[in-house]
């Protein structure tokens, strides 16, 4: 039922969701592989095998599935968090082709490309994928328009290979959080501090106002820790007859039954 002793393999590990779900694996026994494109030393410290990979390039994903399947000998479960995002404060006529297929490769095609890759370890191992997409997929803004467009073919994905794999014993579960505590909103360089600027704040007065603003009914944005455990626990044995879900973790921010 645990992930103890199982392979893990989580991409965008080195900071935020992708650095807690290796920290929160790790604790829990499992042994684990975390790709970025630069081995930092947080990611360094939990004891995870670092992957220097770009996940954004049409071979990088296959490369890192591959290099981690050497070095953990095989692979269980596989964490698509890899994702990034840009606030499109001119609208939509000013978003060009570069920007749209940077968003796709980077929050879509790396996880198709991933999961092709480890499909024969999953399937050998009877493993689990889970996915790491975004309440945008499903609640769209023009802020985020490709954003929200690659989560929703993200999460879209998951329930088809659902389908596909569920009877051959491989289970595919996606997580779709609501705006989560990580450097994407809390650095200087982030959505959060493009959207403080945008409304002439600072980024820590922005994000003192943005959880009622924006109707988190709990008064406070998602924890990566608190999204790493729902990830965790849909990889686990725990969750063996949950397949093709969407978890929201949003602070009750969806209002939508
Ligand atoms: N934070 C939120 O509010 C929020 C909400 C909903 C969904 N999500 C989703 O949750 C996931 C994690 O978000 P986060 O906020 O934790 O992200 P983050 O803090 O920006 O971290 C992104 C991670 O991905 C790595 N990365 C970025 N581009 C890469 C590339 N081309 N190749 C390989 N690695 C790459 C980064 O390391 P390097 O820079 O070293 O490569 C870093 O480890 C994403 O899929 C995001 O869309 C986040």
């Known amino acids: 039922m645990s992930l103890s002793g199982k392979a893990v393999v989580v991409t965008g590990a080195s900071q935020g969701i992708g650095l807690a779900i290796v920290t929160d694996a790790i604790a829990q026994g499992a042994r ?19 992957i220097a990979v770009d996940l954004a390039t049409a ?36 978003i060009t082709d570069a920007q749209w297929q ?59 290979l659902a389908e596909e794999l569920g009877p051959r014993g491989v289970r595919i579960n996606t997580v779709s959080p609501g705006p ?10 982030g959505i959060g501090a493009t959207l403080a600027a945008a409304g002439g704040s600072t980024v820590a007065d922005f994000l003192t106002g943005f959880p009622a603003k924006a109707g988190f009914n ?4 998602t924890e990566p820790a608190e999204v790493a ?3 965790l626990f849909l990889a686990s044995g725990q969750a063996r007859n ?10 009750g921010q969806s209002k939508t039954v």
């Open 218 to 221: 709990t008064g406070r944005l």
């Open 59 to 94: 071979e990088g994903p296959a490369e890192a599935v591959g290099q981690a399947a050497d070095v953990l000998g095989g692979i269980d479960v596989l964490i698509n968090n890899v994702g990034a995002f840009d606030a499109r404060l001119e609208g939509f006529g000013a």
């Open 180 to 189: 989560t505590r990580t450097p994407a909103w809390e650095s200087e360089h």
């Open 102 to 160: 940077y968003t796709f490769e980077v929050n879509f095609f790396s996880a198709v490309r991933a999961i092709r890759a480890a499909l024969p370890s999953l399937l050998e191992r009877q493993g689990a994928i889970v996915n790491i997409s975004s309440i945008r997929g499903r609640f769209p803004q023009p802020a985020t328009v490709d954003y929200g467009a690659s989560k929703a073919a993200l999460t879209n994905l998951g329930k088809a």
């Open 229 to 231: 455990a729902l990830v």
């Open 242 to 251: 949950i397949n093709g879900a969407d978890y929201v973790i949003d602070g």
């Open 32 to 50: 684990v592989a975390g790709v970025a494109r630069t081995a930092r030393p947080e990611l360094k410290a939990t004891g995870a095998h670092p």
